[in-house]
């Protein structure tokens, strides 16, 4: 059975992106108290309404999120007790700073973690009355706070309730199993059984939040008719690690069926003729199959004589050559011992060696198709118009090589680099 494979993909969310989202899916009115009494006298009317310049940016492990403000106020003043009110309309820019340190738990729940971190008066306001400019920026700072606080309250809230991560983190793990089709000539498929994920910790950069997924899985390739879907457990929990990386590792699995391996045998050697000294031999008919660990080739001859052998030996790999073929190929014991009572001259080194040398199935198609197509898969691809798998394969190795009931099947080691990018975001 092939190894558990591991992969993993570092998700990165420009700055750019996110504040698109924000300035997306935030109303343009933030606040409306268009009363002097209500919800408590104040004597101030205020809108708050946001620009679409909204920035954010790493600071340290959070994100900081800059909402330039635009707000309209209307203040009335009493310079005596007896005196009439007189009221003024102001305009002015405020930006407010929050903070956002978002979490994913191992029960999949996202939290967005937000704070209020005040806000900076680009101009304060002032109450022009004659010649003289009374500031009131007391008095619109105090609602102002509050409002502020209670919106970023609201906003985080709203933001981890809507955002749920398990049911898509599910859906996930359920499509992740269906068979891809990697090449529709060879009728290669991709088999995916994923067994657990895991998260590395969420790092702000300097141009993008980044956070690297992963998943343990067994990964293989069949060649084909479609195969069913592997049958998954239920959603692990989450593991949280600590250490971070963008490479993967994948153990793939490319097969040769004995039908196969027999057919190209047969157009190797069936119809061969063979001198043995003065004695001549036909190959008539070639069958490969296996058993426990090793490798069998049935050989059925004419000629002098008619009869069968068989020949064993143990499955393995030319990487150079990229070829199956089978190490210690030799007579096995009871065609030897049969052989050497009826037919001692069949045993010929000769024989046995043209047969070794014949009996090499080549793989450099199939597995320079797997290649192709898994290059292909990872190699700036877009999925979904949204998603950019960009990755590259390092090393494609062959690490071993055993048998199934109808197969010769090869563990291939995949070694690359793949990060996950997101592009034109459709919040």
Known sequence: MPKTSEIELPVSITYKELSAYINKSMGTVVYEDRSYTVPEEDDIQLVVRRNTSVKTAQSGGDVLITLPLSIWSKARWSPCSFCPKPEKEFTFDVDVFVKARPSIDKAYVFKANLSSEGFQWKKKPVFEVGPFD???????????????????????????????????????????????????????????????????????????????????????????????????????????????????????????????????????????????????????????????????VQVVFSGRVKGTFYLSGVPAFDSEKEELYFENLDYDIQSKSLLLKSSQWLLDETLRSTLEKKLRFPAKEALGSIRKSIDAQINNKVYFDQIVLNGKLNTFEVQGIYLTEKAFRAVVSINGTAEIFLKNIKF
Do not use: H
């Open 134 to 296: 009374i500031p009131i920026s007391g008095m619109v700072e105090k609602p102002l706070d509050k409002q502020i606080k209670e919106s970023v309250a609201e906003a985080e809230k709203e933001i981890n309730n809507a955002f749920n991560l398990k049911s898509e983190i599910t859906r996930l793990w359920s499509t992740a199993a269906e068979p891809l089709l990697l090449d529709s000539t060879s009728s290669t498929w991709l088999v995916i059984k994923p067994q657990k994920l895991f998260l590395r910790p969420i790092t702000m950069g300097t141009q993008a939040i980044t956070f690297t997924i992963g998943a343990e899985a067994q990964v293989n390739t069949i060649t084909g008719a479609k195969p069913s879907r592997p049958v998954l457990s239920p959603l692990p929990e989450l593991v949280i690690r600590t250490e971070r990386s963008n490479k993967f590792l994948v153990e793939v699995v490319s097969e040769i069926g004995f039908e196969d391996a027999t057919l190209m045998a047969e157009k190797e050697l069936k119809g061969q003729e063979f001198s043995l000294g003065r004695k001549k031999i036909k190959i008539e008919g070639i069958t490969v199959f296996g058993k426990g660990r090793r490798a069998y």
